[in-house]
């Protein structure tokens, strides 16, 4: 444990417990610190912004704000993990969130279990967007001319027997994607897998939400999608969080 921390900690815990301030005497005591020590942090915690001295007393400053407003991004991150906890758990099904953020493709959540494990990872998701729903899916929500940089900078290689052999038969077929389509992909990032991914409008980002499955259980693959879709719409707003994660 690191005291200095421990101590400052407490100190905010202090300033917290009195919204019109508290002078240092106070905040000392109630802290529990030797008052030299109170007065040392004091000056550091409002050199940094997470207090204010006002006519003597110290008050929570902008930097303590901050932090409330990210422990709200955290409840709404939470909510996505428990939503996408819960449609793994009814639906019997791994489940994926990912982004595509400066040019490559970031998974940013994945609800996972013993009973519904997620596709291994034997190749690195980045480099072969080519080769999965989700790649593919971040990929057909972008313009021509980034899906061409993405593919220059990774560039098609099959995996599997079922893989797109190159990069022209892979824009020929991201051009047929309709617009918030579903995309389905067998066995080209793995065998004996089948993947969906659906496409989820935050802003401008490309983000999709994408499940797996077996290969022999492919039949529950549209149903699952389908009731993921209607509940989309009802957590986007926090997706819209989990993208920082």
Not at 143 to 165: I, N
Not at 222 to 237: D, T
């Amino acid at each position: 444990m690191i005291g200095s921390v421990q101590r400052a900690l407490r100190l905010l815990e202090a300033v917290s417990d009195h919204p019109d301030g508290a002078p240092a005497k106070q905040l000392a005591r109630e802290a529990g610190l030797p008052l030299p020590t109170a007065y040392h942090l004091l000056r550091t915690l409002t050199h940094e912004g997470y207090l204010r001295r006002e006519q003597g007393v110290f008050v929570l400053g902008a930097a303590a704000g901050r932090l409330g407003r990210g422990g709200a991004g955290q409840d709404r991150r939470e909510v996505v993990t428990e939503t996408m906890e819960r449609w793994r758990d009814t639906l019997g099904v791994a489940v994926y969130f990912a982004v595509y953020r400066e040019g490559e493709v970031e998974l940013t959540a994945l609800a996972e279990s013993i009973e519904h494990p997620a596709v291994e990872e034997w190749a690195d998701l980045r480099e072969t967007a080519h080769a999965h729903a989700i790649g593919q899916c971040l990929l057909s929500q972008l313009d021509t001319p980034a899906r061409r940089d993405h593919l220059d900078r990774h560039p098609v290689e099959p995996l599997t027997p079922y893989t797109v052999r190159d990069a022209s038969a892979l824009l020929g077929r991201l051009a047929t994607v309709e617009r918030m389509q579903t995309v389905v992909e067998r066995q080209e990032y793995a065998l004996g897998t089948v993947c969906a991914a659906i496409p989820v409008t935050i802003g401008l980002t490309a983000a999709v939400l994408a499940i797996s499955l077996p290969f022999d259980q492919e039949y529950r693959l549209r149903p699952a999608i389908e009731c993921m879709r209607g509940e989309v719409g009802e957590v986007v707003r926090s997706l819209m969080f989990s993208i920082s994660i």
